[in-house]
């Protein structure tokens, strides 16, 4: 079984750009999740979709960043106008839908390196 | 406010050696799941273990276990008869029973030495 990915794993751009992230969660699972490690920092939670929708997108530090989930597959993340601080990893995660209050393992994708210079 | 403290950026060990990596956290709640992940340099993070809160035996897989004191809010790692292929960043997270979100510490940078 294929695990979560990313696309592209490493992304320079410039301040004012636009970059879109992608993740392909694995097949089957409803949850899909975005965290963000800035250097240095924690890992920190942005947003949370089940299938299509938006579950709790309390973590999204603006309205510069735009998650989508079409389809409830695959999942995109918009960054526009990119600023430095946006520089990070960003990371997916993936779960089963859960049932009678217990959290399932969420899978992580190996995450996309994101310089804003 | 939910935090996770993991107070050693970085560690070394032998290999063959034990170690234990700390975790403190502070929740009010009384329901959630505590972690610990691992992320290899080739950067996929994986779950090692887990733990309920609300049992009070220590969960362990292989070589890997934690030392829960809940009253302490304590969670530590022991990886006993490390490997080469553990040298990785550990991080410690948890969640609440009612919500998804994994809260995240900085992160331990372990490296077995050879």
């Known amino acids: 079984e294929a695990g979560v990915t990313q696309f592209p794993s490493h992304s320079v751009i410039e301040k004012g750009q636009t970059v879109t992230l992608r993740c392909d969660p694995i097949?089957?699972?409803?949850?899909l999740y975005w965290y963000r490690r800035v250097m240095g920092k924690e890992i920190k939670f942005l947003l949370h979709?089940?299938?299509?929708?938006?579950?709790?997108e309390s973590g999204m530090p603006n309205n510069r960043f735009l998650a989508e989930r079409t389809g409830g597959t695959y999942s995109t993340l918009k960054v526009q106008p990119a600023e430095l601080e946006d520089s990070g990893v960003y990371f997916c995660?993936?779960?089963?839908?859960?049932?009678?209050?217990?959290?399932?393992?969420?899978?992580f994708g190996p995450g996309t390196r994101l310089t804003v210079l | 406010a939910q935090t996770v403290t993991q107070s050693q950026p970085e560690m070394s060990v032998q290999e063959a050696e034990t170690v234990t990596l700390s975790c403190t956290y502070d929740?009010?709640?009384?329901?959630?799941?505590l972690f610990w992940y691992k992320q290899p340099p080739s950067r996929q993070m994986i779950l090692v273990i887990r733990?309920?809160?609300?049992?009070?035996q220590n969960a362990t897989e292989n070589r890997f276990s934690v030392n829960f004191q809940k009253a302490a809010k304590s969670f530590s790692l022991k990886i006993s008869d490390s490997q080469l292929g553990d040298t990785a960043m550990y991080f410690c997270?948890?969640?609440?029973?009612?919500?998804?979100?994994?809260?995240f510490g900085k992160g331990t940078r372990l490296h077995i030495l050879p």
């Open positions: 097949s089957g699972h409803d949850n």
């Open positions: 929740t009010s709640e009384n329901n959630y799941y």
């Open positions: 995660a993936s779960s089963h839908l859960s049932f009678g209050g217990r959290p399932d393992t969420q899978y």
């Open positions: 997270a948890f969640n609440l029973n009612r919500d998804d979100k994994i809260i």
């Open positions: 979709f089940v299938k299509e929708s938006k579950q709790d």
């Open positions: 733990q309920e809160a609300y049992k009070q």
